[in-house]
């Protein structure tokens, strides 16, 4: 499924139970942004809204609208929602719509299994994290190189790490679409907290 920025105007309560929070690279949409609008794009009306996070992501909102999910911007939220409204609505039908379940992996960590397309940016949603979370009750180190895929393991787990890395690697040369990067990050359970390990393969 492709995501796409747009001008075009729309009307949000038609596509209300649609709306769901999304993970992206900023300069990845800021180059898919110049390219669809060229001069006529506005970063600061066109671009979508949302909360910058860690390593060049952010978490922002698309209406899926069968073929694809279109990035809601400023300019499409007007008056109509206020972006706390939204953020409250995306969450809510994210976690009604799509439900997910932790596997053991064969190279021994866990993955978090779901709907495709939404696996990445499921830690982004309150009640799936929590549950994640409460389950190890633990730190964690996780790892979503596409949007389909997401790893971890617990923090105090260096062989869970360690096959984890190798992972990531065998991942590189398999031509995986829909990437995001090769990266982990560190959760902190009692600071419920996120910071940035490093990139596998990377400086």
């Not at 180059?31 to 009306?45: F, I, K, P, R, V």
């Not at 499409?76 to 969450?91: F, S």
Request: glycine share 8%; charged share 25%.
């Amino acid at each position: 499924m492709l995501t796409e920025p747009t001008t075009g105007m729309l009307d949000l309560n038609e596509y209300r139970n649609k709306i769901y929070p999304r993970v992206f690279l900023i300069d990845e949409l800021i180059q898919e942004l110049q390219y669809a609008l060229g001069e006529a794009a506005d970063m600061e009306a066109d671009f979508p809204i949302a909360k910058e996070w860690l390593h060049g992501l952010a978490v922002g909102y698309v209406i899926d609208r069968g073929e694809r999910f279109t990035f809601i911007s400023k300019r499409h939220l007007g008056d109509q929602l206020t972006e706390a409204a939204l953020d409250e609505m995306a969450q809510a039908n994210f976690a009604r719509d799509f439900k997910f379940r932790l596997v053991k992996t064969i190279f021994g960590g866990f993955a978090l299994e779901g709907a495709a397309d939404h696996c990445a940016t499921a830690i982004f949603v309150g009640p799936i994290w929590e549950w994640v979370v409460n389950y190890f009750g633990k730190d964690l180190v996780v790892a979503f190189p596409s949007y389909d895929l997401l790893f971890l393991t617990p923090a105090d787990d260096e062989q869970g790490i360690s096959n984890l890395k190798m992972e990531l690697y065998k991942i590189q040369g398999m031509g995986i679409e829909k990437r995001i990067g090769d990266y982990l990050f560190l959760y902190k359970k009692e600071e419920k907290a996120w910071s940035f390990i490093g990139e596998v393969g990377g400086e």
